[in-house]
Every structure is written in structure tokens, then in C-alpha cells.
């Protein structure tokens, strides 16, 4: 008798055992990004990690295009997600207004549990970094130097800054202006300030991107003669402007704002390329395009497209978290380390602001800009 009841409370332990275990692997982790008329390698980004992990443990959502107006909508999205007990961790990239209130709410619905990573935020550092337990993003500031050192090799005698209100209240985007206005002034190059439509403002992205083409030959009867590189804060004008950079032959595009070799070059230059497929091919067949127009000396980006590394990394530290194989929630030397196997040679740092601050949970990404002609088969 004893032993058959032994027997009994092993099966039971064992059938307790098996239960836990699939409870741990009903893990889930949610992905917000835009749409692909916002911000199309966040989107494909998804895409791709749902084809990694399976659809059982990634789920993925995108917030409104004019996402300014309904940050009520955005944030809904994310209490959605964390109503799934089984979400264990959101990454939301790009972390447009309404990140920081989403996150709060999730942690006033008690979810303490979830992991919560931002990716290119939108708002500002002393902000976002009070919500999420971290944060990914290219190093703006930085920007400011490495497109002036592209544009002192181009011989630049204009640089023309396409933005607007919203996006220069950020704190990282007037870092990177900032910087950009002073490397002019010591290179000898003019700096121009031209204010575009705000794509979530009335004339949406048609009205934004219609701008661009036609602004951008204007500017060139302007400075007739001289070599003018053009550069915008936006992701939905970059298509537009590097269109309107290949048809001027004075004109030059050193960097998209989210550098890339997908970020608007398939689009603006009719190629057939799969975003987050190859970056070296897409390199390749973006430098022969290039060429067909005398053009490859005019362009530059970054050899990976950052948003994309962005999302990958962020989900793969996420799973290691909830599989228990990172213990914690900020890591830097792990985030270094999966960033560095994404993109080699990437620099990573913690944000400083101008003040001194420096944000222990908010890392900047740094790549070198290709030239083009490396690419040239």
C-alpha cells in the first residue's frame, strides 16, 4: 500500500513537474513598432522576429500613423499586450509619445514582471528612461560629427537641415543640431535651417514628402555652383529626398535619420531589395545604382540598418530574460555584446546629456558611414 501510494505522489510531482514547464515555455514577448508608411524596417523587424521565435511566443501590433493625435490609442495597445499574463516583456520601437504613460500604466496594473525596453524614443531621455528598464538608440549627437566629417570629405560648401518644431524640442535631435551647426561654422561650411511640414500635422506625409521635392530643386537654384548636402530629421522624407539629391548633380545625401542601407534607398532607387536581407548585397546593389546616375560618390548611410538591430537586440535580450539566462533587467555589458554581434564595431554608450546626466539605462549606437565605392563590383 505504502508503495503504491509513493508511487501515486511521483506521478503527481512528475505531472506537476511537466505543468510548470509548459507554463515557463507559454512566454510571450509583445512588439509595437509604426506601419510601414511610419517606419517600415520596425515593421519588418517584427516580421522577422515572429519568423525566429514562432508565433506562440512573439505577438506584434503598430500604432496609428498620426500616432500625435492618438497617444490614447497607443498606450491602449500596450495595456492590451499586458493584459496577456503570458506577456513577459514589450519592446516598442519607435517609442513615439505616449511610451512613457503606457509604460506607467502597465506598472499600475500591477505588472511588475514584464520587461519593458524602448526603442528610438521620442521623448526625452530624463523621461523615457523613468519608464522603461532600458533604452536603444542611435547616437544622435555623435551624428553631428560623423555627417560633417562625410561632408568636409564631399568638399560641401552647404548643408541644408530639413525639420521642424516637434522634432527640435527633442533633446537628442537638438544635441545632434547643435553639433551640426558648429562643425559647419568651423569647417567653413554655410548651415541652412529649412522648416518642413510635420507629417502628423494637417498635410500628413503627402504634404511633408511633396515638400522635399520640391524644395529641394528650389534650394539648388539657390546655391547654383556649389556642392549642397541635405539631411532630414523625418523617416517619411527621406524616399522624397533622396530621390530629389539623385536627380541634382551638385547635391548630396550623407546619412539618412535612422542610417540604413534599407531606409528609403530601395524605394527611391527602384530596387527590388528585402529589407533586413543581406546588408552587404543591398550595399552592393544600391552602390551599382548609384553608379548608373555618376552618383556613388554623392550618397552614404551605415552598413546595418540600425531600427532593425534595434528590435533584434531588444528581443533577444528579453527572451534571455525571461528564460533566466540574463538576470537582469539592465545589462549593459550584455546589450554591448549582442549589439557588437549585430553590427561589428558598433560603439555603445550611455546617453550624457548637456547638463552632465549621465542615464545608466539609456545606450546610444554608433556606427562609421560607407562609402559607396567599396561597394563596386
Known amino acids: 500500500m505504502k508503495k503504491l501510494l509513493c508511487l501515486a505522489l511521483a506521478a ?4 506537476a513537474l511537466a505543468a510548470g514547464a509548459v507554463a515557463e515555455d507559454n512566454w510571450k514577448i509583445a512588439i509595437l513598432t509604426g506601419t510601414t508608411s511610419q517606419g517600415e524596417e520596425e515593421f519588418r523587424a517584427a516580421e522577422r522576429a515572429v519568423a525566429t521565435y514562432g508565433e506562440d511566443h512573439i505577438i506584434t501590433d503598430t500604432y496609428p500613423d498620426n500616432f500625435m493625435a492618438e497617444t490614447e490609442t497607443t498606450i491602449s495597445k500596450m495595456v492590451a499586450f499586458a493584459s496577456d499574463p503570458d506577456v513577459k516583456a514589450i519592446v516598442m520601437c519607435q517609442a513615439v509619445p505616449g511610451a512613457k504613460a503606457g509604460f506607467d500604466r502597465i506598472r499600475e496594473m500591477g505588472r511588475d514582471d514584464i520587461l ?20 536603444l538608440y542611435t547616437d544622435e549627437a555623435k551624428q553631428g560629427d560623423t555627417i560633417m566629417e562625410t561632408c568636409a570629405e564631399w568638399g560641401i560648401d552647404v548643408f541644408v537641415h530639413y525639420s521642424f518644431p516637434r522634432h527640435l524640442a527633442m533633446e537628442t535631435i537638438a544635441a545632434r543640431k547643435a553639433n551640426l551647426e558648429a562643425n559647419c561654422e568651423a569647417l567653413g561650411i554655410q548651415y541652412v535651417e529649412r522648416t518642413a511640414p510635420d507629417p502628423t500635422g494637417d498635410a500628413g506625409t503627402a504634404g511633408a514628402q511633396q515638400f522635399i521635392l520640391e524644395d529641394v530643386p528650389a534650394v539648388m537654384e539657390e546655391y547654383a555652383g556649389k556642392k549642397v548636402a541635405f539631411f532630414s530629421t523625418n523617416c517619411s522624407m527621406q524616399e522624397p529626398l533622396q530621390a530629389a539629391v539623385l536627380a541634382e548633380p551638385n547635391a548630396y545625401y550623407p546619412q539618412p535619420c535612422c542610417p540604413s542601407p534599407y531606409h528609403g534607398f530601395p524605394a527611391s532607387l527602384g530596387l527590388e531589395i528585402a529589407v533586413g536581407g543581406d546588408d552587404t548585397e543591398a550595399l552592393k546593389a544600391i552602390a551599382a545604382k548609384l553608379a548608373e546616375s555618376d552618383a556613388v560618390g554623392r550618397f552614404s548611410t551605415w552598413p546595418s540598418p540600425i531600427n532593425m538591430t534595434i ?18 533587467r539592465n545589462d549593459g555589458a550584455k546589450i554591448a555584446e ?8 558598433a560603439i555603445v554608450s550611455n546617453y550624457t546629456n548637456a547638463d552632465g546626466t549621465t542615464f545608466d539605462n539609456y545606450y546610444t549606437i554608433l556606427l562609421t558611414p560607407v562609402d559607396f565605392n567599396d561597394y563596386l563590383e
Open 12 to 15: 503527481c510531482l512528475c505531472l
Open 116 to 135: 519593458l525596453i524602448a526603442g528610438v524614443p521620442q521623448e526625452d531621455p530624463d523621461v523615457i528612461t523613468e519608464g522603461a528598464d532600458f533604452v
Open 311 to 328: 528590435i533584434d537586440v531588444a528581443t533577444e535580450y528579453a527572451k534571455g530574460y525571461i528564460e533566466g539566462t540574463i538576470t537582469e
Open 338 to 345: 549582442l549589439v557588437e554581434a549585430k553590427c561589428p564595431g
